[in-house]
């Protein structure tokens, strides 16, 4: 029996499940969501916002990611090493406040505006953490993401947080955090991010 097959298994499930429920991904369709309830379910309008908070807070971090671990500023796309996540957090930030800027201007739906803040208050506990400590940004986004979800849709919505559990265990599995690093990003989160979506939608 190969007794090896079991955990290279679990690697496999695990960096599938760390890219296809990673920021970016969740940070899309979640926008998608705040804006469909902000505009009244008008699909052009959910279509327009979505997209831009796409655009600020999805595709500019994530070339800002790519291009800095193909340049070997950093390893890997999600930054693996503590100590240089602080230069590519602030890029995310001023692309953050950009995009928050354009909706302000625009007069975004309220939420769509509450969800921007709350995003960027999030990154901001992140980087202050990350000063000292390594915190994982796929389990905030994660568990922010789920409390987001249930302020507007309901509580039946805080079932996803098994997805939140599924995200904490690939960054173990793959190596990427510890247990507590996990833990305490998917309590900053809901805390966080969600109290300033609640305090401002």
């Known amino acids: 029996m190969d007794t090896t097959a079991a955990p290279s298994l679990s690697l496999r499930a695990a960096r599938v499940v760390t890219e296809a429920l990673s920021p970016a991904v969740i940070v899309v369709v979640l926008s998608l969501a705040v804006a469909w309830f902000g505009t009244g379910h008008d699909l052009a309008a959910t279509a327009g916002w979505g997209l831009l908070a ?51 201007v625009g007069d975004a739906p309220r939420a769509v505006i509450a969800l921007s803040w709350s995003m960027i208050v999030t990154l901001v506990a992140c980087l202050v953490i990350t000063k000292w400590w390594k915190v994982s940004v796929h389990a905030a986004v994660a568990g922010g993401a789920v409390a987001t979800i249930a ?6 919505y805080l079932l996803l947080a098994a997805a939140v559990a599924l995200v904490c265990w690939s960054r173990v599995v793959v190596e990427a955090h510890t247990v507590a690093q996990v833990v305490v990003g998917a309590l900053v989160g809901p805390i966080v991010g969600g109290a300033v979506f609640l305090a401002l939608r």
């Open 151 to 156: 302020l507007l849709y309901g509580p039946w």
């Open 54 to 104: 796409a655009v600020f807070y999805c595709v500019i971090p994530m070339v800002i990611l790519v291009r800095g671990s193909r340049s070997g500023r950093w390893g890997g796309h999600w930054v693996r090493e503590r100590e240089r996540r602080f230069v590519p957090f602030l890029l995310i930030l001023a692309s953050a406040l950009v995009g928050l800027a354009i909706m302000l």
